[in-house]
Structure formats: structure tokens, C-alpha cells
T-cell receptor
Framework: DTEVTQTPKHLVMGMTNKKSLKCEQH?????MYWYKQKAKKPPELMFVYSYEKLSINESVPSRFSPECPNSSLLNLHLHALQPEDSALYLC???????????FGPGTRLTVL | GESVGLHLPTLSVQEGDNSIINCAYSNSASDYFIWYKQESGKGPQFIID?????DKRQGQRVTVLLNKTVKHLSLQIAATQPGDSAVYFCAESRNDYKLSFGAGTTVTVRA
């Protein structure tokens, strides 16, 4: 089983709202990732968690706040987003670094 | 700079024909390469991977070829089917967490 699940599938929020994206995997993977993907573009790495610790932050604005409550869960907390933050947010996981990353279906986010 | 790129942004192929999708990379330190397929409204789906100590790897209807001399990666799809219509991304890694994606090739299968 190589399934990564993400909720919600779609999210519409205003610029003053606070919302959270959720990601879950039960493959025993120790690395989890958040990517942002704009239309017709490749995914762009935002954050990497390794063994539940933040390993990489690709200079992401502080209005995006990641959290890894345990080895199976990854959250992305959103606050005071801008319309240009509208995108597909993808979660991925891998057994370890430099290993195959498996992606979830994504959350389609629209910021009004 | 260091990047992974695809030669063509679009590819149209007749159903039943073989498809070849190309990718060039510039970092000779890259040692792990992956092909992903992304259908509309879905996340990238792993297709096949190859490490730098190999030059060819085969899966079900797919073959990945790696030419380290010219820094070229290709994905061959045999007997292309309508369900193969998607955007295909190559990605490379240098033994760390970061994947560098190419720009993507949109494959359209003609009936």
C-alpha cells in the first residue's frame, strides 16, 4: 500500500481565515513533505519533516505553519493568506531521504 | 544552473504507438531519478525510478533509460493507451530529501 491521504479535497478561505490542511500515511515512512503546485507547473518543495522534526524550510512565508504531531500525520496551518497562495497543496512521504516520494491527491486551495 | 528539464512541453501520440518522453539534467552529482505521472486534478503518481549505477530499468509497459554521459533521461511507454494521457514529470535527487522536478510534458493520446 502506497497511499497518502489528504483532507480536505477542496478549501475556499478568506484572507482573514485560519484553516488547516491534513495529511496522513500509514506506510511507516519517516519523512513527510509539503509541496505547492501552481497550474501547469511542477511541484515546489515547501517543508520537509524527518523523524517528526522539521528538516527543511524552503524560505516559506510564516503565514504557512507546518506541524508533525506524530510519524503518521502532517498538518499545514494557514493564516492570513493572500490570493496568490491559491494552488494545489501536495503532501508526500518517503521511507527515508533520497528514497521514492509518494504523493497524496492534494488539497485545492482558493484564497478569496 | 542545476536543473532538470524536459525537451518538449507536449507530445501527441496515436493509441497503440510507443511514446518516448525525454528529460535532460545538468547536475552530474544527481544519482537518483524518478518519473511521475499526474492526471488532471490528482497528485503525482510514481511510475518508475532508476539510480545512477544503472542505465536501464523496465516496468510494466514502461522503460526508463539513463545516459549519464550526456545527462539524459527518457521514459518509454509501450502500446500507449488513452489512460496514459497525463502530464509526465521527471525528477532528480542528489542523495538528500530534495527532488528537483522538470517542467513536465503533457501527453495526449489520439484515438
Amino acid at each position: 500500500d502506497t497511499e497518502v491521504t489528504q483532507t480536505p479535497k477542496h478549501l475556499v478561505m478568506g484572507m482573514t481565515n485560519k484553516k488547516s490542511l491534513k495529511c496522513e500515511q500509514h506506510m511507516g515512512h519517516r519523512a513527510m513533505y509539503w509541496y505547492k503546485q501552481k497550474a501547469k507547473k511542477p511541484p515546489e518543495l515547501m517543508f520537509v519533516y524527518s523523524y517528526e522534526k522539521l528538516s527543511i524550510n524552503e524560505s516559506v512565508p510564516s503565514r504557512f505553519s507546518p506541524e508533525c504531531p506524530n510519524s503518521s500525520l502532517l498538518n499545514l496551518h494557514l493564516h492570513a493568506l493572500q490570493p496568490e497562495d491559491s494552488a494545489l497543496y501536495l503532501c508526500a512521504s518517503s521511507q527515508k531521504e533520497a528514497d521514492t516520494q509518494y504523493f497524496g491527491p492534494g488539497t485545492r486551495l482558493t484564497v478569496l | 544552473g542545476e536543473s532538470v528539464g524536459l525537451h518538449l512541453p507536449t507530445l501527441s501520440v496515436q493509441e497503440g504507438d510507443n511514446s518516448i518522453i525525454n528529460c535532460a539534467y545538468s547536475n552530474s552529482a544527481s544519482d537518483y531519478f524518478i518519473w511521475y505521472k499526474q492526471e488532471s486534478g490528482k497528485g503525482p503518481q510514481f511510475i518508475i525510478d532508476i539510480r545512477s549505477n544503472m542505465d536501464k530499468r523496465q516496468g510494466q509497459r514502461v522503460t526508463v533509460l539513463l545516459n549519464k554521459t550526456v545527462k539524459h533521461l527518457s521514459l518509454q511507454i509501450a502500446a500507449t493507451q488513452p489512460g496514459d494521457s497525463a502530464v509526465y514529470f521527471c525528477a532528480e535527487s542528489r542523495n538528500d530529501y530534495k527532488l528537483s522536478f522538470g517542467a513536465g510534458t503533457t501527453v495526449t493520446v489520439r484515438a
